[in-house]
């Protein structure tokens, strides 16, 4: 894990929850410059902690009704069919994330599709067509959200670890004092 900071988490968390948040703001957020601020982000950048800037998008605003899991499993497990079945899925721009899983199945699919039609066409026709394929289970997603990190300001206090705590110690002869 990279050594990162309590400010350093301070800007994470601000720029998790909004990723245009002009650096003046930043730095009023952190105590620090706006220059600070700016060569800080930059290095977070550099150091691949932020690894980009998006817009998130309603994907029902787009026409895509359905999130979908896939739990995929592979006929073949070597390395070629591994990396074949990767190369196919950059092909398929309804498939927004993948992983590669322990358990019963070997892949999880994330997937927004217009509608089930959209998607039984996608199945049979594109998903379950490649040879590497040899069995597909479909989940859809009833309700849910979507997230990348958990956000920092749930996951971690920003101030420094907490001092230790004062112990008393006491000796024989002050316990017998306070006996008697």
Not at 60 to 88: D, M, P, S
Not at 115 to 130: N, Y
Not at 157 to 180: I, L, V
């Amino acid at each position: 894990m990279l050594d990162i900071d309590a400010i350093d988490r301070k800007l994470l968390a601000a720029l998790q929850a909004d990723g245009r948040v002009p650096h003046a703001h930043l730095a009023r957020q952190v105590g620090l410059t706006p220059p600070a601020v700016l060569e800080r982000v930059r290095k977070l950048e550099e150091r691949g902690v932020i690894t980009g800037y998006r817009a998130l998008i309603d994907p029902k605003h787009l026409g895509y009704g359905l999130r979908v899991y896939i739990a995929v499993t592979l006929a073949r497990h070597q390395e070629n069919a591994i990396g074949a079945f990767l190369e196919a899925l950059s092909a398929f721009p309804q498939i927004v994330a993948h992983h590669h899983v322990t358990g019963r199945f070997d892949f999880i699919l994330h997937g927004y599709f217009e509608d089930v039609p959209d998607l039984e066409q996608f199945i049979a026709h594109r998903l379950t067509a490649l040879p590497v394929i040899d069995r597909a289970e479909t989940f859809l997603a009833l309700s849910g959200r979507d997230a990348g990190c958990p956000p920092l300001a749930t996951i971690g206090e920003f101030d420094e670890a907490p001092a230790p705590r004062a112990t008393r110690t006491r000796t024989r002869s002050k316990e017998k004092e306070n006996m008697n």
